[in-house]
């Protein structure tokens, strides 16, 4: 029988099939408009952009240009790229720009998509922002693109990382900007820490269109972005702790693999603190757990951490001496990324790696933060169904399933259960030789760079020629992914899979177009694509008689999502596909999420070495398992949000007073303000509220005045005047403080003291706030801690940040008070001097904020210097494919060191 459920949505639709219902009359209203634009000229698409412009301006509202827009913008993609949007781009454009996140399945073109709203919310003149997951997507896109907006006459900018600022400002100042999730976070961090508003790149937040939307704001969403400076070099306790890890047996120490935690039991800090005692690092007679051991604690819990949490090859790899995280979600290096807290150091450590120092944070926002200044946020990506929660909650998105434009012809067949790993795997190596053999291209999921290379072993073993995709070979990425779909094939890849890169069957024509040429410039290229693309026609012809492209995943993720990815790489624009995943009982998940019982089963039912289970029912209880552990992952990122919203305030609320700071000309009034709240808070210290005059501390009163406010008033005399009351004593101090400001003021010249006062001001201002996050840090770290005593520690971090906030504040009018009153007149060549002393401070902090911990900042090979060496390919940058080779050949660079590298072939 059928539920009520079930009945509604038979009868009324689903709540996505309403949507997508809703915007079938706009795209026919665009459809209807494609012939009238078709008759306009170049000229006449560019005045089209005017006109919308001038529209807009005069009160019309974006919503009403939609069809005109769209169908100008269909038609300028038309005549630049050759490229004619489907009906159902046209609706995912539709939903990007009423701010949703349009679920689209790979090969249905988003890059396309994301033009449309990005053209019709950029007449408004504030800028659009579209985000992408690394800075070769972006630069690709921008490029690509950019050629359509261009046909608009709009500007198109792209955000890169180590880019000069004149040439930042220039990219945000684009109509579009194109950028990477990391680089818009850090820009707003640096912009913060400017001291003039035109040194600021950014230029608001007006509209974003996240692409790979659920990779930026979902998995990246868990590390906030830091700038940072570097403290005190402990490199000797890290190494001296280190070397006592090995000795620690499975007693010592308890891990729950679920929460990824690791503790000392009681034997383990027995043991560990007779350790540290012989060796030297516990002091004679100290406790471990001593207030004064703290430090040895916090280097001892990291390092068993590194040891036990942490393993080479699946989260990190050592390359050239550096440790290098990887992406758990993509498979990438994540260069430049560090884990805080003494955490990479102890992993530096470990592998015997440089020991970098640690660092303060400067300034520190979370990607969810970041992405909710925007007035208005959409995004675009395959896989977001399963989040869709998390993305309403945090973020206020709807998540819409765009329909695709071919029926998906992709066979998916229920997951096949082994016992042992083993089975498993020697299934796998049967598996991908026969999809070879028949001429079936096959793209092997594997969930780290270790697993991938243990498969490449078994596959050389049987002599089976394949490609690796990991983050050890990552520079021959859209090498690899471009002869992917060629027939017969084999490509085994971590989850990187070629995210933003589509798997063509029969293999990418561009990309051989190029390589042709860049092996024979002098080849005709007409001449070499038409033969190119009769050889592809045969090979697509090949692959799709052989059932298509092969996704055979080796293990299941935490995440469908990730599931959904791999799966979703075959099967685009109605091709032919097949996918399956091949499991053990002895794979993470399984073994984690109670794999016991249904070892126990198929002990029951006889099962035979080498045999699998398939059935729905294991599927669904697989997915159940992944659904528990997406909420618990949500569940802990709600909560990180929660602290970080406590800090986002405050955040705000300090950056909003640099930014009225920056732009005021005169600050007389908040520096008067300021030096008023001191006077009360001094008079209130000194003199108590309902006192006699003979209980007033004026001595004290007297000598903190002259401390803090450079002021020798006879105060002390003031107490034995007959009627005299704090009122009047607090009028008096106003008077004589304002008074010697003003002496100062006629000294240094109005113009000179404003300028003195802005840039005291931004610096007390600054110097506080990092105070003030290092505080926070430390009470972030222990106030879990009061669970124990029943109290909330959300609540309890909340009532102390915000009285660690009102401290800021204090001391701040202190600070600024004390150092304006003690300013003197200088001679002409001292103030210089001084002014260029504060000029040098705010540039090395603006330095600081210019090498930010960044998860992809160069080339492979390293930042770019200063000065180029023709010998050494590490100083020359990002040169341009069409661009001399800084080498000196007197070659083109894709001609020369440019040259696409062949994949690493194996066999």
Known sequence: MLGLGTIAKKVFGTPNDRKIKATRPIVEEVNALEPEFEKLTDAQLIEKTAEFRKRHAEGETLDALLPEAFANCREAARRALGLRAFDVQLMGGIFLHQGNISEMKTGEGKTLVATFPAYLNALSGKGVHIVTVNDYLARRDADWMGKVYAALGMTTGVVIPFQPEEEKKAAYAADITYATNNELGFDYLRDNMKSELSDMAQRGHNFAIVDEVDSILIDEARTPLIISGPSEDRSDLYIAVDKLIPDITADHFSLDEKTRNVTFTEDGNEFIEQRLSAAGILPEGQALYAPESTTIVHHLTQALRAHKLFTRDKDYIVRDGEVILIDEFTGRMMRGRRLSDGLHQAIEAKEGANIQPENVTLASVTFQNYFRLY???????????????????????????????????????????????????????????????????????????????????????????????????????????????????????????????????????????????????????????????????????????????????????????????????????????????????????????????????????????????????????????????????????????????????QRKAIFGQRMEIMRADDLSEIVQDMRHQLVDDLVDTHIPARSYAEQWDMEGLHAALKEKMSLDTDVIAWADEEGVDDEDIRERLYTASDELMAGKTAQFGPENMRQI??????????????????????????????????????????????????TLLNSLRAEVTEKLSRIRPLSEEEQAQMIAQLQAQREAMERAADAPQMPEPAPEGGPATSELDENDPETWGRPGRNSPCPCGSGKKFKHCHGRIASPVKQS
């Open 375 to 649: 007035s208005k946020l959409s995004g675009m990506t395959g896989t977001a169904n399963t989040e869709a929660e998390e993305f309403a909650e945090i973020y206020g998105l709807g998540v819409v399933e765009v329909p695709t434009n071919k029926p998906i012809a992709r066979v998916d067949e229920h997951d096949q259960i082994f016992r042992t790993a083993k089975e498993k795997f020697d299934a796998i190596v049967q598996e991908i030789k026969e999809a070879h053999e028949k001429g079936q291209p096959v793209l092997v999921g594997t969930t780290s760079i270790e697993k991938s290379e243990f498969l490449s072993d078994l596959l050389k073993a049987e002599s089976v020629p394949h490609n690796v995709l990991n983050a050890r070979h990552h520079e021959q990425e859209a090498q690899i992914v471009a002869d992917a779909g060629k027939p017969g094939i084999v490509t085994i890849a971590t989850n990187m899979a070629g995210r933003g890169t589509d798997i063509q069957l029969g293999g990418n024509v561009e990309l051989r177009v190029l390589e042709a040429l860049d092996a024979d410039p002098e080849a005709d290229p007409e001449a070499l694509r038409e033969r190119i693309e009769a050889e592809h026609s045969e090979d697509k012809a090949k692959v799709i008689a052989a059932g298509g492209l092969y996704v055979l995943a080796t293990e299941r993720h935490e995440s469908r999502r990730i599931d959904n990815q791999l799966r979703g790489r075959s099967g685009r624009q109605g091709d032919p596909g097949r996918s399956s995943f091949f499991l053990s009982l002895e794979d993470d998940l399984m073994r984690i999420f109670g794999s016991e019982r249904l070892d126990k089963m198929l002990k029951t039912m006889g099962m035979k070495e080498g045999e699998a289970i398939a059935h729905p029912w294991v599927n669904k209880s697989l997915e159940k398992a992944q659904a528990k552990v997406e909420a618990r992952n949500f569940d802990i990122r709600k909560q990180l949000l929660k602290f970080d919203d406590v800090m986002n305030d």
């Open 757 to 806: 006062e802005k840039s005291i001001l931004l610096q007390a201002i600054d110097g506080k706030w990092r105070e003030h996050l290092l505080r926070l840090e430390h009470l972030r770290s222990v106030v879990g801690f009061r669970s124990y005593a029943q109290r909330d520690p959300l609540n309890e971090y909340k009532t102390e940040a915000f009285q660690l906030f009102e």
